[in-house]
């Protein structure tokens, strides 16, 4: 597929107009509800699969598919993001009115950190082909971590920015509305929200790490690649406030995703010997996807969801974001 330097800028530009609409809408602090978040995930999800009109009349139909593919592989990874930040934000008490705000900065962080992984990692590709059986051994090595349920183990307390941070410059034990930066007897001082942001970027880098060698295996076109991780990264914040709710009814999802992740990887590893299309390819991710999801639902029914463990909303007592724990 031939990218033109104006379509990746029409691409980038309508990017960041989402970005900003996103932003505008929410302005004002407020708590999202339920209903809000279940919309917004609905429209970010019918605005990513839409994008695949723009790949078919650019790319035609085997692009179409590997977008498509690719978008329905990183949104569903994304899903383990999501309860990784609830738990940043727990961990931080974000008050509701801020967690938008934390969460889109966390959002641009992933799509610039994205970006540059993707890039480096085409490059990689293009001019070592040995690579190919690293991200595939990456892609091994993450589904069997995500099967003993290791990718849970997330420590905001021990994050290595934080910790930078903390030496750096003192960090208020309170939040100063959307400021980051605030003066404390004349000092300059960080508010916890300048924190919660660096935990946020950095822990996204480390989903990068597992999730951009993924969309790897289904297609080698950054276009392609950089644009199924955008629109699946966008509405990250919707989703949170809704899967926060409803965590425990997926139960076996992340089973899904590491067989998923194994799927790839093996494809990855094999594929000079063993080819299969994209939509054969396509086909397999979303059974095994739809069949986790379904499952979950199923032996879950009767269920009321319930808040994360360590959410905002789940937490009665807050943390001193400045301080260790």
Known sequence: ???????????????????????????????????????????WTVIGLAFSGVVLAEGGGTATGQYV????????????????????LGYFAVPSALEHRALLFGVLAALVLRAVFIFVGAAALDHLSWMTYVFGAILLVTAAKLMRGGEDEVDPARNVALRLLRRVVPV?????????????????AAT??????????TTDLVFAVDSIPAIFAVTREPYLVFTSNAFAVLGLRSMSVLLARVVDRFEYLKHALAIVLA?????????????????????IIGTILGGGIGISLFATRGQRGHEVAGSP??????????KEH
Not at 22 to 31: G, N, S, W
Not at 172 to 188: A, I, P, S
Not at 313 to 322: E, F, I, L, R, V
């Open 69 to 88: 593919a690719g978008y329905l592989l990183e949104r569903t990874l994304s899903i383990d993001n999501v309860f990784v930040f609830v738990l940043i």
């Open 1 to 43: 597929m031939e990218v033109s330097l104006w379509m990746w800028g029409t691409t980038l530009a309508f990017v960041l107009i989402l970005v900003l609409v996103d932003l505008f809408v929410h302005r004002k602090p407020a708590e999202t509800t339920l209903k809000e978040a279940a919309w917004a995930t609905l429209i």
């Open 313 to 322: 909303a789940a937490s009665s007592t807050p943390t001193d974001p400045s």
């Open 172 to 188: 208020t034990d309170r939040y100063h509305d959307h400021k980051l930066l605030v003066r404390v007897g004349g000092r300059r």
């Open 263 to 283: 799927f790839v990887g093996l494809h990855m590893i094999v594929e000079d010997w063993v080819h299969l299309s994209i939509w054969a390819s396509l086909a």
């Open 192 to 201: 916890p929200l300048l924190a919660v942001l660096l935990v946020l970027g």
